[in-house]
């Protein structure tokens, strides 16, 4: 018996019992899912930061409002979640300010609904895939362990046949189970790095954008 052959880690997986394998394929596939999603995530929450510097830069070095509400519209498709939350704000404001008989507390509440709405619906997008990342990080552990504890039992029964059990007899069924164990912390892991990671990059971004909402709604009420 080639013993090095035996115990590989391809050997191990192709022959372990069909649920094992079933295990082991699902926490691959959520592994490599996870990956997915974190190179994604970096790269959002890079572009998120750097587009929310920008626009605080050009809005707080006192530039005119009109000028960066037109900016704003103009580019659309790559405006920042900051200069939209902006864009519905002002546009808002603008509108019920040309309403006759609109009181400025009236104004004012509609201008931070609007901008409240737009912010929710920023935050629901950067927050895309980060309840994923938190599933794999809670459950791969366990359906790892539920995938060794099953691999285990079914070594445990062929001992059952077999008339002296030794050392070689049961090393290779307990390889085979403890390899889901260690598949599931490899899932697991990265995914609860990265989502503690992006969960903090998404509360500061957060609460820039609600300070932002703050000083410009106190900016339009000065100005009107």
Request: glycine share 8%.
């Amino acid at each position: 018996m080639n013993v090095t052959h035996d115990m590989s880690v391809w050997s191990l997986v192709t022959g372990a019992s069909v649920l094992v394998q079933l295990v082991m394929a699902g926490l691959l596939l959520a592994s490599v899912l996870s990956w997915y999603y974190i190179f994604i995530k970096v790269f959002t929450f890079k572009r998120a930061v750097k587009q929310t510097d920008s626009f605080e830069k050009g809005f707080w070095s006192g530039g005119d409002l009109d000028e960066l509400f037109q900016r704003a519209v103009n580019s659309r498709g790559g405006a920042g979640t900051l200069e939209r939350i902006f864009e519905s704000g002002f546009r808002e404001f603008t509108r019920m300010r040309k309403q006759p008989a609109q009181s400025i507390g009236a104004a004012m509440d509609s201008t931070r609904r609007a901008m409240r709405a737009t912010y929710q619906r920023e935050m629901e997008s950067l927050e895309s895939h980060l309840s994923f990342l938190a599933s794999v990080a809670s459950v791969s552990p366990y359906v790892g362990l539920f995938g060794t504890v099953w691999g285990i039992m079914n070594s445990f029964r062929e001992l059952a046949n077999v008339a002296q059990a030794t050392l070689g007899t049961v090393a290779p069924g307990i390889a085979e189970a403890l390899i889901a164990t260690a598949m599931g912390l490899f899932a697991a892991i990265p995914a609860v790095v990265a989502y503690n990671r992006f969960a903090g990059d998404l509360n500061r971004l957060a609460t820039r954008f609600d300070s932002f909402m703050e000083e410009f709604s106190n900016i339009l009420q000065r100005q009107s």
